[in-house]
């Protein structure tokens, strides 16, 4: 069965410090894979998005995310982080209509 | 601009009573989608359509109903047979190449 993992599901880290989320798949074909961000009580925004080629992939804000067949793996990394980047993390990989979501993981940013 | 629009932000409404969200898009997306997002649950699919006057269920449809009369518009109405509606509604269009999804900013339902 489809379905996407995010292990932490609470993270803190201080600013200015590195950022890795962890996002594993589990899909039939290779899929999309995308990374969303929610602030409080808001929609979700598309950080960056993996369809094919370079498995390293560059997205707004700062973000990155690599792609590593072998370990069905789609981590999420930011080389410094800003007070502003504290919110809901989303993984989500699909192909057609089959979407599937994490359930999140939440990042907390120490001054 | 282009993008999705919700209407309210926030809704609230007595135990057995029905209610529409709405949803409207500007993007010229074939696809649109309802999520519900509860505490911890990340998102789970209530329904979704890629053609107008078509529309498929998704994991969690029992309770809700929606329709598609025109392109821009995928209302969703969740009834009294909802268990538990109190949530926050997410509104989602893509095109049908990329499927990259775009949200809208969301509805959050209070029932009582």
């Known amino acids: 069965a489809q379905s996407v993992t995010q292990p932490d599901i609470h993270i803190t880290v201080s600013e200015g410090a590195s950022l890795e989320l962890r996002c594993n798949y589990s899909y039939g074909a290779t899929p999309y894979l995308f990374w969303y961000v929610q602030s409080p009580g808001q929609g979700l925004q598309l950080l960056l998005k993996y369809f094919s080629g370079d498995t390293l992939v560059q997205g707004i804000k700062g973000f990155e995310a690599e792609f590593k067949r072998s370990q069905s793996s789609f981590n999420l990394r930011k080389p410094s982080v800003h007070w502003s980047d504290a919110a809901e993390y989303f993984c989500a990989v699909g192909r057609g209509n089959q979407f599937y979501f994490g359930t999140g993981t939440s990042l907390t940013v120490i001054p | 601009d282009g993008g999705i629009t919700q209407s309210p932000k926030y809704l609230f409404r007595k135990e057995g009573q029905n209610v529409t969200l709405s949803c409207e898009q500007n993007l010229n997306h074939d696809a649109m989608y309802w999520y519900r997002q509860d505490p911890g649950q990340g998102l789970r699919l209530i329904y979704y359509?890629?053609?107008?006057?078509?529309?498929q269920k998704g994991d969690i449809a029992e309770g809700y109903s929606v329709s598609r009369e025109k392109k821009e518009s995928f209302p969703l109405t969740v009834t009294s047979a909802q268990k538990n509606p109190t949530a926050f509604y997410l509104c989602a269009s893509s095109n049908l190449i990329s499927y990259e999804q775009y949200f809208g900013p969301g509805t959050r339902l209070t029932v009582t």
């Open positions: 359509s890629q053609i107008v006057n078509d529309f």
